[in-house]
Nanobody, 115 residues
Framework: QVQFVESGGGLVQPGGSLRLSCAAS????????MTWYRQAPGKERELVAR????????NYADSVKGRFTISRDNAKNTVYLRMNRLKPEDTAVYYC????????WGQGTQVTVSS
């Protein structure tokens, strides 16, 4: 069964950094592009970053470009999101997902940016 386990979230002050991890299982990880989404309270889930199968190409939402970096380790079936210069508006639950998406969303990891 497809499964995603996100981790690494927490409470951080504005300007701080976090590194999220997502361990994937139940499918051939190295055959899929991977994405990170986030959902803030009262808002729709939004795409934050995408990385291709081999990791050679990445894309970011304008709101995080230059601050976030997506990466992957196909040997570990894991995708990462390094987040620098965090802002209060980055507060959300963060999820990883395959591209194209499948129905099996994980629990996500909460990121709270607050002083």
């Amino acid at each position: 069964q497809v499964q995603f386990v996100e981790s690494g979230g927490g409470l951080v002050q504005p300007g701080g950094s976090l590194r999220l991890s997502c361990a994937a299982s139940g499918f051939t990880f190295s055959s899929y592009a991977m994405t990170w989404y986030r959902q803030a309270p009262g808002k729709e889930r939004e795409l934050v970053a995408r990385i291709t199968i081999g990791g050679g190409w990445t894309n970011y939402a304008d709101s995080v470009k230059g601050r976030f970096t997506i990466s992957r380790d196909n040997a570990k079936n894991t995708v990462y999101l390094r987040m620098n210069r965090l802002k209060p508006e980055d507060t959300a639950v963060y999820y990883c997902m395959t591209d194209p998406a499948n129905p099996y969303w994980g629990q996500g990891t909460q990121v709270t940016v607050s002083s």
